[in-house]
């Protein structure tokens, strides 16, 4: 053959000659009968395989995920204190490509000064591109990507997720993604105790550890049940409520921010919630909302004064 | 008839005017191959897709039932329950005649198939022409499809179909041709009848024991037909190679482009029946139809209703490996172009169709006609009937397999020049 060979001529060697009178369908069937006796055997796992079923059947069955896999975006506290790592430092919610962060700072109760903690951190799942940006760009390593994808809901409402629902302890992140948290946990450790000395009483502490722990988070110890850290002047609230509360306020103050009209989310008027005095559900939600909503924008005005 | 006194015998209604015996009669057993049409359909579906899994790698519906084996069930309240969308450019009436044009003719395929020993729903004299004939309706059905979905893939789809159906019918029919010159009749009913005996010799060894193996498939004649037809048959049924009428990747879904729900469904109800019904009429005039290992013992021994069975299973044996086939075939063979296919049926297998039709006659010649019928030029007449067969058999042997090869050899492509890269 090698004699033959001219330069600029591919001779291609198939390994067989070339099939004709119905030999090809012979193969092709050979070739498809070793699959279906090969799909009784063995499953098909190593790369050197060419033949084994390869399905997954996946309620059942689950491939592990890599431990750089990512979903969506959780918020660390710290096992053993219930302290969040997050310092309200914003770099997340300023590179957040959908804008879904929202955060509001804590303030020290007594003295009212900013203090590195969070009131209140809202994140909205249904609208998140799960770019990993925020826990890419988070100096504290409080944001991170979370594995779990089986979220799906009837409603919308469970995919807007609050403080509560975002914490999870660090051991279930250092489960998740051992080789990425054994590099990150020193450093992320000490900014924490930093963090720690300027926060008084239970600012920055974790409100999870008063809430139920997240059906996929590993039981964290619950050392102390400290009370959830409800923003200043506020009542307890039952949890969806707070959650809309929540949301309205910072949008509420967002339209202050910018002088522009609110938007029309409650039609009650504003007044000030006469505490413990029974009103019906949608009044008082009504009413907190267009509470929280005048207060902040107070604030935001003095802040501007000031 | 036998069935007609047993039946009202059953009903007590012996005192019944006789055409309502006769009707119900045959509502009885238009129901019985209705719905076991409709239960075979089903499995077949379930079937195709666990094997074509395996053969993929992969492991196919196994969720509802056990192994999965109800998932035609799901898909058919699923068809029930989806909208019936009709076009607002289409032909509405012809829209929606079009599947039941389609699936009407290959459900009187079904009437004159024999099923077992005594197992035949009506035993037509012309049962090979009747075939023919209800067969090539379904086309007008794909062709009502195509052009009243007003839908160009539709089109394009129905006329691909039409175009392949026509000139895969030729040698279909012609194979059959050679079959029914063999058997000096066309009624399927006779045909697994006359497929008795031993392989090749048939009955015509004396003491010989019955076997039920004298299969056609065995003989030149019947085995080069019956490979012309098992061809033509798939591309009857548009499996794949020949699926070209619904080649998904190029024209969407063929005629079937603008149909959903239940329409949709009758017409995919149509193909696998039709699949079904090539493949038992493939059984019966080439594989022996119900002939098999002991049905001639068990009905020697007076046990008819036990043979019946057991021909029963024969047949239904056969048939379902012959749709096996079909299946490892759809997996193993990728689409032919359209002039592939056409010149596939014009060149390969019309010539051979035709040889083979001679070749029949030939051995018909050979095998029973006296030496007076030759013009004393042949002296046939000092041979026994199995030294005949033999003669014949070999006679047709060659000229089928010199034909083969000569098909083959002159409709080569010639070799493909080497694959030169510019400098």
Not at chain 1, 228 to 253: Q, T
Not at chain 2, 295 to 307: E, F, I, K, S
Request: hydrophobic share 50%; proline share 8%.
């Amino acid at each position: 053959m090698s004699s033959e060979q001219q330069p600029g001529v591919i001779v291609v060697d198939r390994g067989h000659p070339a099939t004709r009178d119905g030999r090809g369908l012979v193969r092709g069937i050979g070739v498809v009968l070793r699959h279906l006796r090969d799909a009784f055997g063995p499953r098909l796992e190593r790369p050197e395989q060419t033949s084994g079923v390869f399905t997954v059947q996946y309620p059942e069955e689950r491939t592990p995920l890599p431990e750089a896999s990512r979903n969506l975006p959780i918020l660390l506290f710290d096992d053993d204190s219930g302290h969040e790592l997050c310092t309200s430092c914003y770099q997340c919610e300023r590179i957040c490509p959908p804008q879904v962060i929202h955060i509001t700072q804590a303030r020290d109760p007594a003295s009212g000064k900013a203090v590195p903690a969070i009131d209140e951190f809202i994140l909205e799942y249904d609208a998140c591109m799960s770019c990993g940006l925020c826990a890419e760009v988070c100096p504290f390593d409080a944001i991170k990507m979370d594995h779990a994808f089986e979220l799906s809901t009837a409603t919308r409402d469970p995919l807007t997720v609050d403080r509560v629902g975002l914490a999870r302890p660090v051991s279930y992140y250092a489960q998740l993604a051992p080789q990425a948290w054994a590099e990150a946990r020193d450093g992320a450790m000490k900014k924490l105790q930093g963090s720690r000395r300027r926060r008084t009483g239970t600012v920055g502490m974790t409100p999870a550890r008063a809430a139920p722990a997240p059906a996929d988070a590993p039981a964290a110890p619950i050392a102390d049940a400290a009370p959830a850290g409800e923003p200043a002047g506020g009542e307890p609230v039952p949890a969806s409520d707070a959650k809309a509360a929540r949301l309205a306020a910072i949008r509420a103050r967002n339209a202050a921010a910018t002088d522009a009209p609110a938007p029309d989310a409650a039609p009650a008027p504003a007044g000030e919630p006469v505490g413990g005095e029974p009103m019906p559900a949608g009044d008082a939600k009504a009413a907190r909302l267009a509470a929280i909503r005048a207060r902040n924008a107070a604030r935001q005005r003095e802040g501007g004064d000031a | 008839m036998n069935r007609t006194i047993v039946i009202s015998q059953i009903l007590v209604i012996e005192q019944a005017p006789g055409w309502l015996v006769a009707a119900l009669n045959h509502a009885i057993i238009a129901g019985v191959l209705l719905i076991g049409g409709a239960i075979t359909m089903m499995l077949q579906v379930w079937v195709e897709r666990r094997l074509i899994a395996r053969m993929q790698d992969r492991l196919g519906p196994n969720r509802v039932g056990p192994e999965g084996i109800l998932q035609s069930i799901a898909d058919g309240i699923k068809m029930f329950t989806k909208e019936d969308i009709i076009p607002r450019a289409a032909d509405r009436w012809v829209h929606l005649l079009a599947p039941i044009v389609a699936l009407a003719p290959i459900a009187m395929m079904l009437a004159v198939l024999p099923w077992g020993r005594g197992l035949v729903a009506v035993d037509l004299e012309v049962g090979v022409l009747y075939i023919a004939a209800v067969s090539s309706i379904s086309g007008v059905g794909l062709m009502m499809a195509g052009w009243g979905s007003r839908n160009t893939f539709a089109l394009l789809g129905a006329m691909r179909s039409i175009a392949q159906l026509i000139a895969y019918e030729i040698p279909l029919i012609i194979a059959l041709l050679g079959i029914v010159l063999l058997t000096g009749g066309m009624s399927l009913a006779r045909m697994p009848e006359l497929q008795a005996g031993i392989p090749l010799f048939g009955s015509s060894i004396p003491g010989a024991p019955d076997l039920g193996l004298g299969w056609f498939i065995f003989t030149p004649v019947g085995l080069l037909g019956g490979i012309i037809f098992f061809i033509c048959a798939l591309a009857e049924g548009e499996r794949t190679p020949f699926d070209i009428p619904e080649a998904d990747s190029e024209i969407v879904a063929g005629y079937m482009t603008e149909y959903s729900g239940m329409k949709f469904a009758v017409f995919y109800i149509a193909q696998y029946l039709l699949n079904f019904a090539l493949a038992v009429l493939s059984a019966v005039v080439f594989l022996g139809g119900w002939q098999g290992p002991g049905v001639a013992w068990l009905a020697d021994a007076g046990l008819g209703a036990a043979a019946s069975l057991l021909s029963l299973l024969w047949l239904l044996l056969k048939a379902w490996g012959l749709f096996m086939l079909m299946v490892v075939i759809r997996a193993a063979v990728p689409r032919l172009r359209v002039d592939q296919l056409m010149s596939f049926a014009w060149k390969y297998l019309l010539p051979l169709a035709l040889v083979n039709v001679a070749s029949a006659a030939l051995w018909v010649g050979l095998t029973e006609w006296s030496s007076i019928e030759w013009g004393n030029l042949l002296p046939v007449d000092g041979l026994a009937p199995w030294q005949r067969i033999g003669v014949a058999a070999l006679v047709t042997a060659v000229i089928n397999l010199g034909a083969t090869r000569w098909v083959l050899r002159i409709n080569r492509a010639p070799a493909a020049a080497p694959v030169v890269v510019p400098a």
